[in-house]
T-cell receptor, first 115, second 114 residues
Framework: AQSVSQHNHHVILSEAASLELGCNYS??????LFWYVQYPGQHLQLLLK??????LVKGIKGFEAEFIKSKFSFNLRKPSVQWSDTAEYFC?????????????FGAGTRLFVKA | SAVISQKPSRDICQRGTSLTIQCQVD?????MFWYRQQPGQSLTLIAT?????????ESGFVIDKFPISRPNLTFSTLTVSNMSPEDSSIYLC???????????FGPGTRLTVL
């Protein structure tokens, strides 16, 4: 069965520290990849997405993610986090070019940034 | 983008009763989905709401327990029937303009079943 694994459930960082959140998926075909973020008290919203092309994608608020096909990974990075990045981050994968297009979400990573 | 509202935002219900959750979108959308997010867990797709026809349910979810309506391209309802404490969860509506594309999420409905 398809699955998405996020390596860390909770991450605590100080402001200005670098961030990398791991995401691996199990699906052998072509995929669309997403990172969603949920800030405290707000809706889930899209942070960035990858469909094709340059495997290094840039999203909002200085976030970026790199798709490494050989590793089935789509890790999220930010060089210097801010207190306002405190949120829960979800990696999501949708198999492309299939009839179902069901999106699979990872378990989420709660990031807390200390001011 | 799309702006999505859900009603109610939260509710506390007694075991054995049913609750209907409404999802309203500010524009016509192709795809509407219903998810469940149980405490400490990720989002699990319940079903895809199809306009004018029966919803498409995922494994482990059935129409008798989670009847869904979608009368038009901007509105859908999810009913949680014959509730038990195990149904306590956040229920999320999401929409997308095409299969496989990004989704826009509603604020969720936090359900507690006593």
């Amino acid at each position: 069965a398809q699955s998405v694994s996020q390596h860390n459930h909770h991450v605590i960082l100080s402001e200005a520290a670098s961030l990398e959140l791991g995401c691996n998926y199990s699906y052998g075909g072509t995929v669309n990849l997403f990172w969603y973020v949920q800030y405290p008290g707000q809706h889930l919203q899209l942070l960035l997405k990858y469909f094709s092309g340059d495997p290094l994608v840039k999203g909002i608020k200085g976030f970026e993610a790199e798709f490494i096909k050989s590793k089935f990974s789509f890790n999220l990075r930010k060089p210097s986090v801010q207190w306002s990045d405190t949120a829960e981050y979800f990696c999501a994968v949708t198999p492309a070019f299939t009839g179902g297009f069901k999106t699979i979400f990872g378990a989420g990573t709660r990031l807390f940034v200390k001011a | 983008s799309a702006v999505i509202s859900q009603k109610p935002s939260r509710d506390i219900c007694q075991r054995g009763t049913s609750l209907t959750i409404q999802c309203q979108v500010d524009s016509q959308v192709t795809m509407m989905f219903w998810y469940r997010q149980q405490p400490g867990q990720s989002l699990t797709l319940i079903a895809t709401a199809n306009q004018g026809s029966e919803a498409t349910y995922e494994s482990g979810f059935v129409i008798d327990k989670f009847p869904i309506s979608r009368p038009n391209l901007t509105f859908s309802t999810l009913t949680v029937s014959n509730m038990s404490p195990e149904d306590s969860s956040i229920y999320l509506c999401s929409v997308s303009q095409s299969n496989g594309n990004e989704q826009f999420f509603g604020p969720g409905t936090r359900l507690t079943v006593l």
